[in-house]
C-alpha cells in the first residue's frame, strides 16, 4: 500500500517491519504503518496506589521464592541425614548397615551407586518403555524424587536453597543461622562432576536479599522454622497424642464412677432402619481386671448377638498391649438387621484378655437389650462389667435362635422388557446348620423355567472362612430377557447360598425364592422391582430352609444338580 492512501489501517511490507525491528523508537511491530500520531501517548507516573500494588507483587514473589528456597532445603536436609546412616555397602548394607550371610539379608546390588542394600531398604523401579525392573537403594531413589520434585531435570542442578538449622538442645545453645546454598551439595556417589551435589556459599546474594530484613525478624523466623521442623510428626502419632490428651482429661471423671470388680467399658449404639445397620462404636475400658502375671492385660472387645449362633454373629476390635485402661475407639457394625431382632435380640460385649500360647482369658461380661433403640439415634453406655461365668448361666437358656441361617442383600435392576440385572451385594452372620465352623460361602442364582437347561445358571466366586461375606461387582448378573416374559407369574428366580467344603457335594445354608406368587419377602421386592423400571431395589432377606419356601404352582425346584435336594412347591 502506498503512502498516499486514505485508509488509516494498512500491512506494511517486510522492509518496513525489518526497519522497525531496528529502531528502538516504541513501535516495535505495529500495524500502523501510516498515521505514527495514533500511538498511544508516553504513560505517565505511577499512582501511589498503583505503586502499593506493584511493591504487594514484588514482596509476594520474594516470598514465593523463600518459600520454594526452604521446601527444597528440607528436602536436602532429609537426604543429608540419609547419607549419614550408610553402612559400607560391602559386606553390610549401605542404608541400615545390616550385615549379609547365608543366614542373614541377601544383598542387593543398587543401579545407580552400585552398593548393595538389604530387601527392606531396596526400591524396585520399571523402566516403562523397555519394562526393565532395576533396583535402587533407599538414598538414590530418594536423590532422584529430589531431581523430579525441584525441576533440577530442567536446570541440570539442584536449584538455591535454604537448609534449616536443627532444633535447639536442651541446654539452651545459640540457634545456628541458615546456610544459603546453591548448585551442589557434598557428592554421594565419588563423581563430582556428573550427579553429585558440591556446596558452595553465595555471600553476594544474602546480601541482596536479606539487606531490607531486620536481624530481630529473621531470628523469630528462624526460630518457627526449627520449631515447625521438630514438630513434624506422621499422621498416627498425632492421633495417639490426642487420643492420650483425652484419656487423661476422662481420667479424673472415670475415677470417682463405679467399676466393680472387673472393671467397666464404655460404648454406644445406634439402629439405621433405612441401611438395616446396628453401629456399635466400642469407646474405652476403665479399671480393667488384670490377669497376667506382671500386674497388666491384653484387653479386647468381642460382641456377640444372642440369641444366636456365636461364630456367625461375632466382631472384635484390636487389643491394646499392657493396658488396664484402653482406648479402642473402634466402630464394629452387623448387616441385615431387622426391626423383629431389635425386638428380640441382645448384645453381649466380652472383654477378653489375649495370650499368646494359651487360651484367652475372659475378664468380663455385659449386655445390653437392643429393644429401647430409637432408629437413627445415637445410645451412650456406660456399664460395669459381671463375672462370666455368671453371666452365661443366666442366658444359657436364650441360645434357642442358634440355628439362623443368615441374611442375604440382592440388588434387582429391571430395563422393561431388556434386561434384568441381579446384583449379590452381601451376606450376613452365615453358619451351615449342624456345624460349628465358619462357612466357605458361595451363592447360586437361577430363573425358572427356562427355555433351556442352564441358560440363566449363574454363581459367585467363593469367599473362604468368613460369616459376612462381601462379594463385590464380580456378582453382578445381567439377564437378557427381551425374548423372555420375566413378568410372566409362573416365572421365578432363586437364590441359594451353598457352603463349599472342596468337595463335589456341597452344604446347603439357606436360600429365598423371588417371584410375584411366592410367600415372604421375596414377592414384594420382585414386584416393586418390575413396577420400578430403571431404578435399582436393593433389599435384605432371611433365608430360609426347605420348609420355608413356597410358590404358586405344583411344580418343584432343584436346587444343585449334583445333590438331591429339592424343595416342594405348594
Not at 441360645?399 to 429391571?414: E, F, K, N, V
Not at 422393561?416 to 450376613?428: G, H, P
Request: aromatic content about 8%; hydrophobic content about 30%; glycine content about 6%.
Amino acid at each position: 500500500m502506498s503512502k498516499e492512501a486514505s485508509h488509516k489501517w494498512g500491512y506494511p511490507t517486510d522492509r518496513e517491519l525489518f526497519m522497525r525491528a531496528r529502531l528502538n523508537n516504541g513501535l516495535g511491530w505495529s500495524f500502523k504503518s501510516i498515521n505514527s500520531d495514533l500511538r498511544s501517548p508516553v504513560s505517565q507516573a505511577f499512582s501511589k496506589e498503583e505503586l502499593e500494588k506493584i511493591k504487594m507483587v514484588m514482596e509476594r514473589h520474594k516470598n514465593s521464592i523463600e518459600e520454594e528456597e526452604e521446601r527444597i532445603g528440607k528436602m536436602m536436609k532429609k537426604f543429608n541425614n540419609m547419607k549419614s546412616i550408610q553402612g559400607d555397602g560391602t559386606k553390610a548394607c549401605s542404608f541400615c548397615n545390616t550385615s549379609f550371610g547365608l543366614f542373614k539379608a541377601k544383598p542387593y546390588r543398587c543401579h545407580l551407586c552400585k552398593r548393595n542394600v538389604c530387601g527392606k531398604c531396596k526400591v524396585e523401579t520399571e523402566k516403562r518403555q523397555i519394562v526393565i525392573q532395576k533396583i535402587l537403594c533407599r538414598i538414590c531413589s530418594e536423590y532422584r524424587e529430589i531431581w523430579k520434585k525441584t525441576n533440577a531435570w530442567f536446570f541440570g542442578d539442584i536449584p538455591k536453597h535454604v537448609i534449616p538449622p536443627d532444633p535447639p538442645a536442651k541446654h539452651n545453645s545459640p540457634i545456628v543461622p541458615k546456610s544459603r546454598c546453591e548448585g551442589k551439595s557434598e557428592g554421594y556417589w565419588g563423581d563430582a562432576n556428573s550427579s553429585d551435589f558440591a556446596t558452595t556459599s553465595d555471600s553476594s546474594d544474602d546480601d541482596d536479599d536479606t539487606s531490607s530484613i531486620d536481624s530481630s525478624e529473621e531470628d523469630t523466623k528462624d526460630q518457627k522454622d526449627s520449631s515447625s521442623e521438630a514438630s513434624v510428626l506422621k499422621e498416627d502419632q498425632v492421633l495417639d497424642t490426642i487420643i492420650a490428651q483425652d484419656n487423661e482429661a476422662n481420667q479424673e471423671e472415670e475415677d470417682d464412677l463405679e467399676t466393680g470388680e472387673f472393671g467397666a467399658i464404655k460404648f454406644s449404639l445406634q439402629y439405621d432402619q433405612i441401611e438395616q445397620m446396628l453401629n456399635v462404636h466400642v469407646i474405652s475400658g476403665h479399671k480393667l481386671k488384670s490377669m497376667d502375671v506382671g500386674g497388666t492385660s491384653d484387653p479386647y472387645v468381642k460382641c456377640n448377638l444372642i440369641p444366636g449362633n456365636p461364630k456367625a454373629t461375632k466382631l472384635k476390635t484390636m487389643r491394646k498391649e499392657c493396658d488396664l485402661n484402653p482406648y479402642f475407639n473402634e466402630k464394629l457394625a452387623y448387616h441385615g438387621i431387622f426391626d423383629t431382632d431389635i425386638n428380640t435380640k441382645l448384645l453381649r460385649l466380652t472383654v477378653l484378655d489375649y495370650d499368646r500360647m494359651t487360651t484367652n482369658d475372659m475378664i468380663g461380661v455385659t449386655t445390653v437389650a437392643l429393644a429401647g433403640l430409637v432408629p437413627q439415634k445415637q445410645h451412650f453406655y456406660r456399664e460395669v462389667l459381671k463375672e462370666p461365668l455368671d453371666l452365661e448361666r443366666e442366658e444359657s437358656g436364650g441360645m434357642a435362635g442358634a440355628g439362623d441361617r443368615g441374611r442375604i442383600q440382592i440388588s434387582l435392576h429391571y430395563q422393561a422388557k431388556k434386561e434384568l440385572k441381579v446384583s449379590i451385594v452381601r451376606c450376613s452372620m452365615l453358619m451351615v446348620p449342624g456345624s460349628d465352623c465358619l462357612p466357605n460361602p458361595m451363592v447360586k442364582v437361577n430363573i425358572k423355567p427356562s427355555p433351556k437347561k442352564n441358560l440363566f445358571k449363574r454363581k459367585t466366586e467363593v469367599v473362604k472362612k468368613t460369616a459376612n461375606p462381601e462379594f463385590g461387582p464380580k456378582a453382578s448378573f445381567s439377564y437378557d430377557v427381551s425374548d423372555f416374559d420375566i413378568e410372566s407369574p409362573d416365572k421365578c428366580m432363586e437364590v441359594s447360598v451353598w457352603d463349599c467344603t472342596g468337595l463335589k457335594r456341597h452344604s446347603y445354608i439357606g436360600g429365598i425364592v423371588l417371584g410375584k406368587d411366592v410367600t415372604g419377602s421375596g414377592s414384594s421386592h420382585w414386584n416393586d422391582a418390575l413396577q420400578s423400571s430403571g431404578y435399582r431395589i436393593k433389599r435384605w432377606h432371611r433365608l430360609e430352609g426347605e420348609e420355608g419356601r413356597t410358590v404358586g404352582d405344583n411344580s418343584s425346584i432343584e436346587l444343585n444338580d449334583g445333590n438331591s435336594m429339592t424343595h416342594s412347591i405348594t
